[in-house]
């Protein structure tokens, strides 16, 4: 199986895990984990949102985050945005690109952003004027409706294209992909716009995170989205895991023989920063094991025998 020789990586942590963390992490943590992220190799984050502070109380700091971060190495900054005057707040703020997102089941849309997909799409031609990415919600499933199918996937792809946005990812927003899944949704995207690049957003839900980022590097997908330590969750499953962990999918690459650009001691370094300010234990595991080829002393045999 032939793979990609090098992938990009984006990190999503500070937007989709920050987002749902409770206690209000103060702007300065979050500048300093995301300067530590990019210090690390990560060319591509999503560092904030400019959502209603009532609704997301977390990410009311967008704009100072956005400020605040160094923007020396020259890694690409993304803000998620839902509606026009979101994209107003983030260009005011210096935001080069933003992100909009739309769902592909009706019933996601509407209890997400309240309203329908096609209200959604409308709003991404009044901010086309920025750069502009566009985020496909629950491609993979939906956890009212069940299956979502390829061709409605597709069918919002081809709007998005239409409008110019050239690159879109498809988010597993509850974890529901599966290989077969991947496999479908990209072949009808591509089908439908063969132009547009297109990044995938898995969630480790079911165990399943980095089995479906090998069936996209087997589509000869180059974009893949993880987010830090794997923090995030799912809103409709209390507990279940979050995104793909940003260095469990670094490790796989590299293993791989895949280039990232990354520096996953680095990585994990960060991760274990992230873990000791929120105070509990991120699902992130090569954060906590190490790459394969960090040994152990021999005092520890005796002790792992099972
Ligand atoms: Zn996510």
């Known amino acids: 199986m032939a793979y990609p020789g090098s992938v990009r990586i984006c990190d999503v942590g ?8 409770h206690d209000f992490i103060p702007t300065h943590d979050k500048i300093a984990i ?11 984050l999503e560092v904030t949102s400019f959502v209603s502070p009532r609704a997301v109380p977390q990410m009311a700091d967008a704009a100072e985050v956005l400020a605040g971060i160094d923007k020396g190495p020259g890694a690409e900054f993304v803000a998620l945005v839902p509606n026009l005057r979101g994209a107003e707040n983030a260009a005011r703020a210096g935001a080069r690109s933003i992100l909009l997102f739309v769902s592909a089941s009706e019933t996601h849309n509407s209890t997400n952003v309240n309203r329908p997909i096609a209200a959604s799409l409308d709003c991404f031609r009044e901010v086309m004027a920025l750069a502009v990415h566009g985020a496909i919600s629950t491609s ?6 069940g299956d979502v199918p390829a061709s ?11 409008m110019g946005i050239r690159h879109v990812a498809l988010g597993d927003t509850t974890g529901m992909a599966t290989p077969p899944l991947v496999r479908a ?4 995207v591509r089908e439908a716009c063969p132009d547009l690049a297109i990044a995938l ?10 089995v479906n980022v ?5 589509l000869g997908i180059t974009e893949f989205e993880g987010s830090i330590g794997g923090l995030g969750g799912c ?3 209390p507990g279940a895991t979050g995104n793909v962990c940003t260095e469990d999918m670094v490790n796989l690459m590299h293993e791989l023989g895949i280039e990232t650009g990354i520096d996953l001691e680095a990585l994990c370094a960060v991760a274990r920063r992230v873990e000791a300010m929120l105070g509990r234990q991120l699902p992130g595991q090569v954060m906590k094991a190490g790459p394969r080829t960090r040994l152990s002393g021999l005092d520890c045999a005796v002790r792992a025998v099972g």
Do not use: S, W, Y
């Open 14 to 21: 500070t937007r989709d895990g920050f987002q749902i963390e």
């Open 34 to 44: 995301i300067d530590a992220i990019v210090a690390a190799g990560v060319r591509k």
């Open 140 to 145: 993979f499933g939906c956890p009212f409706e």
């Open 152 to 162: 409605q996937v597709a069918a919002i792809a081809r709007q998005m294209r239409e």
């Open 185 to 188: 949704a990209v072949v009808a």
């Open 201 to 210: 957003h898995f969630h480790n839900t079911r165990a399943l995170g980095l």
């Open 214 to 218: 090998v069936a996209g590097l087997e």
């Open 235 to 237: 809103p409709f499953a």
